[in-house]
């Protein structure tokens, strides 16, 4: 399995951002998808995930409704779309894959994934 994610940059604090995952190399419907994050000198951070086979869709607590996960599905691809970006926002965001039908606990964790993307920066000025 291959994750390249895309879509950081720079942006001022309130704007959106959209980041893309492309997932290859198996069936996409196979696995669940997340986000996670990761700022210089901290630990890396849920942020939002989906389990296609319960159709369940997770969030970090941080996000508050400001950022949702949606997948193409024919195009094997997962979305982050992020409004009202914050400066504290700024980070490596990176896409990772997990085989199966994983519950709330183990989409949450980071060390449950198998497959990471290279992360793309993203960087909200205040």
């Known amino acids: 399995v291959q994750l390249q994610a895309s879509g950081g940059g720079l942006v001022q604090a309130g704007g959106s951002l959209r980041l893309t995952c492309a997932f290859s190399?198996?069936?996409?419907?196979?696995?669940?998808m997340a986000w996670f994050r990761q700022a210089p000198g901290k630990e890396r951070e849920f942020v939002a995930g989906?389990?296609?086979?319960?159709?369940?869709?997770y969030y970090g607590d941080f996000v508050k409704g400001r950022f949702t996960i949606s997948s193409d599905n024919a195009k094997n691809l997962v979305y982050l779309q992020m409004n009202s970006l914050k400066p504290e926002d700024t980070a490596k965001y990176y896409c990772?894959?997990?085989?199966?039908?994983?519950?709330?606990?183990?989409?949450?964790?980071?060390?449950?994934?198998?497959?990471w993307g290279q992360g793309t920066q993203v960087t909200v000025s205040s």
């Open positions: 990772a894959a997990i085989r199966g039908s994983p519950n709330l606990e183990v989409v949450t964790t980071h060390i449950r994934y198998d497959y």
């Open positions: 190399g198996d069936t996409f419907s196979r696995y669940a």
């Open positions: 989906v389990n296609w086979n319960s159709g369940f869709t």
